[in-house]
């Protein structure tokens, strides 16, 4: 970490922190809320690494008005969390249930009377079971199932969001979910797993429209991003980190800003039908971008079924996820988004940005992750730096308030500014909790506190 004060930022910057449903909730059973597609795949023998699943995961559906008090502890502007569709429309469709969205209601006016901007995503991943038991995203009729549900929500919730997200991280789904089978709902389809990426984006549009509908406020999209470093000089090396760019960060971007697909992903003529990509190009009034970091490519062996080849970057220290930790990747990023999409590109805030480490209490209790400090500062001095390099960035959440479950890495990975003790539900925020405070306070300077 430099020593110099992690630089301000611009008045009315929005300081958050992000979270998902699954991934904290638990409660999975109660208030009628139904099976989602991370209950059945979590369940299922081999899935994840420590056989746990979300059924109690931090127990935020018991504790959200602790979790409130430690957001308004760190002083953050803003907070963003996922609503589960399982939970306010547990059939996937037809009529909202009432204890699910009495939840979100409550959560979202303690967030107002703390002075906490709620920003919240209708779909991290967890999919009502009864719409994959019909094809899932698969199926161009989830995309109308979602623009339903998002009207839904927006009825309700609609005069108190201060920004909606479709969608979190659409590739990550498709290639983790449906292409490798790593992640809910566990298809190993490979390319043939388009159709999830066209109909995931014509959902993102259609509920765009439906919230515009509703008056609701301004809507984003939480992409993630990873800016590719080519490995090698042949032109063969080129064309393949070519081919993964067009994969990974063009694929849900290009079309949102009336580009059409990229080349390379092929746009079957079936699945994309005509005035499609006018539905997805609806315009946004915030790039959400989640970056972890960059992703070395070189060409693949001859035969290989990919068509590029993906390589741990070396030289960088890592995470626990063994994740490089590139922070100026950070900057490069948000400058390559900027060149790219131009004056199409609205504000950015970064939806995501953060890190996993074996943080354990001391003997004194406290837990210390000086680790984290020195990531949070390096990415925050790139955001810095990419504004003044004239890139509209007006945000920053880390991922995550609370240690929770990673997914297919159950409870093994923390990424928390707060940790969790999974056997007594104790929250024991870390040192860069407090270092985040004092950062943020500093910024937002005392007219505003
Ligand atoms: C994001 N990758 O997921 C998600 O939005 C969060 O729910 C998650 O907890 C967080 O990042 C940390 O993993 C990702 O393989 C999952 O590159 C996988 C990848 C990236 C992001």
Redesign the pocket.
């Known amino acids: 970490m430099s020593t110099a004060p992690t630089p301000e930022f611009p008045a009315g910057f929005r300081w958050g922190v992000s979270t ?1 449903a699954y ?1 904290i909730e638990g409660g999975v059973g109660e208030d009628g809320r139904g099976p989602s597609i991370w209950d059945t795949f979590a369940r299922s023998p081999g899935r994840i690494v420590d056989g746990s699943t979300g059924d109690v995961a931090c127990d935020h559906y018991h504790r959200h008005a602790e979790d409130v008090a430690l957001l308004a502890g760190l002083g953050v502007t803003a907070y963003r969390f996922s609503i589960a569709w399982p939970r306010v429309q547990p059939g996937g469709t037809g009529p909202g249930n009432a204890g699910g969205l009495d939840f979100y209601d409550r959560l979202v006016d303690d967030l107002l009377v703390h002075g906490i901007d709620p920003v919240a995503t209708l779909f ?1 991943w967890d999919l009502p079971q009864p719409l994959e038991d019909a094809g899932g995203w698969l199926e161009r009729d989830t995309a109308n199932r979602f623009a339903e549900y998002a009207d839904l929500v927006a009825a309700r919730l609609g005069d108190r969001v201060r920004l909606w997200i479709t969608l ?2 659409p590739f ?1 789904h498709m290639s ?1 979910g449906y292409g490798m089978g790593v992640h809910a709902p566990g298809r190993t389809l490979l390319f043939d797993a388009f159709p999830v990426a066209h109909h995931q984006l014509l959902g993102h549009g259609l509920a765009v429209s439906a919230l515009r509908a509703r008056g609701s406020g301004p809507v984003a999209i939480a992409n ?1 991003y990873s800016p590719v470093r080519v490995l090698g000089d042949t032109d063969a090396d080129r064309a393949a980190g070519a081919a993964y760019e067009a994969l990974h960060n063009r694929l849900f971007t290009d079309p949102l800003f009336g580009r059409g697909y990229p080349d390379g992903p092929a746009a079957d003529p079936g699945v994309v039908r005509d005035g499609d990509l006018d539905v997805i190009a609806a315009p946004i009034d915030v790039l959400g971008v ?1 970056y ?1 970091n960059p992703t070395g490519v070189r060409a693949p062996e001859e035969g290989a079924p990919l068509p590029f080849e993906l390589v741990p970057l070396a030289g960088y220290p890592r995470t626990a996820f063994d994740w490089p930790v590139v922070p100026e990747g950070l900057r490069e990023l948000l400058g390559w988004l900027r060149d790219t999409y131009r004056d199409d590109l609205p504000p950015i805030q970064v939806t ?1 940005s953060g890190c996993a480490y074996d943080d354990t209490p001391g003997a004194d209790g406290r837990v210390h992750d000086p680790e984290r400090i020195t990531y949070l500062d390096g990415h925050l001095r790139a955001v810095r730096a990419a504004i003044d390099d004239g890139v509209d960035v007006t945000g920053y959440f880390v ?2 308030l609370l240690d929770n479950w ?2 297919a890495e159950g409870f093994t990975k923390r ?1 928390g500014l707060v940790h969790v003790d999974y056997r007594t539900q104790a929250r024991t925020p870390k040192s860069s909790y407090a270092w985040l405070r004092d950062v943020i306070a500093a910024s937002r300077g005392p007219a505003t506190r």
């Open positions: 998902s991934q991290h979190n991280e990550i983790l993630n989640n972890y995501e991922w995550s990673e997914w990424f």
